[in-house]
């Protein structure tokens, strides 16, 4: 089996977060390899002028011109350690957040708090004076606020969480949100204001995710009943044919519809549950049947 073959095989079978970090790096990569081309032939001109066509710009102008940056910005990276961290987070929070909930609204997190970001930060660019001379040239890239989104979310979802940290010991997800929007305020008037203004983009994005899911409302039923939407259609131009498997018991269409939403209501009490006394408060068999929904 070839090489492109095994990563297809890979990407398919890792599921959204094994997916999310391959994207990044690849594109990282494709980048880079671009850039060593580009070197060679003495046209360092024009990796440049990739970035620019890709990462998110400040001026509304040329955003007008170029509305795919809002989405290709944030899985573009130019530094090592800023994919590195960015990656390591996401794969950190985002197994705990894959604990609670489904890879689904992992996916949706991510963008729309990417979106969220984005709009942030180009707002902000254009309504404060601090920034007026900077508009003009000013670019996002990177997938903090995409990450930063899922970090709040689940960090606020299910707050007592706790974890350990090196030299800190236990510590829950909630101090550790809080410290990061801290950090990220304080850091405005360094010299990567953008990068701060769209972290804190997507940590409202995940915050508000968090409080509302808590309510019984999700914020990204929306979103994936369009991309599920935009799935069936490319699907249906390729002409592959979708089969939806039914479990090998012989049931009526009545008699599966009842059983599927006893176990939707059986997730809806044990995340209820978890909102008022935490995930330890779960017995086992609670948590196999919060796993086995995520799948």
């Known amino acids: 089996m070839d090489f492109a073959s095994e990563f297809k095989r890979f990407f398919r079978q890792g599921g959204a977060l094994t997916q999310l970090i391959l994207i990044n790096i690849t594109v990282y990569l494709s980048l880079k390899i671009l850039g060593v081309i580009f070197f060679l032939f003495q046209q360092e001109d024009l990796e440049q002028l990739l970035l620019q066509f890709l990462a998110l710009p400040a001026d509304p102008g040329r955003l007008l011109v170029r509305p795919w940056t809002i989405l290709t910005y944030m899985f573009l990276h130019y530094d090592l350690l800023h994919i590195l961290f960015n990656m390591l987070w996401l794969f950190w929070f985002g197994k705990i957040f894959l604990e609670y909930l489904n890879a689904k609204k992992l996916l949706s997190v991510y963008l729309l708090g990417g979106l969220s970001g ?36 689940i960090s606020f979802y299910v707050p007592n969480y706790t974890i350990r940290l090196l030299f800190i010991g236990p510590v829950k997800l909630k101090y550790i949100a809080l410290a990061t929007i801290i950090i990220d305020i304080l850091s405005i008037r360094s010299g990567n204001a953008g990068g701060h203004l769209a972290h804190l983009g997507g940590a409202l994005f995940g915050f508000v995710f968090a409080t509302q899911l808590s309510k019984g409302r999700d914020l990204s039923r929306g979103f994936n009943r369009v991309a599920d939407s935009l799935a069936s259609l490319f699907r249906s131009r390729r002409g592959m044919r979708v089969k939806y498997k039914r479990s090998a018991r012989n049931e009526t269409d009545m008699e599966y519809n009842a059983r599927k939403a006893s176990e939707q209501q059986e997730i809806d009490r044990i995340l209820d549950k978890i909102s008022k006394g935490g995930y330890e408060s779960l017995t086992r068999e609670e948590k196999d049947a919060l796993f086995r929904s995520g799948k």
């Open 118 to 153: 984005g709009l942030f930060y180009v707002l902000a660019y254009n309504l404060f004076p601090a920034f007026a001379e900077s508009v003009p040239m000013s670019i996002a890239l990177g997938a903090s606020a995409a990450v930063l989104a899922i970090v709040m979310a």
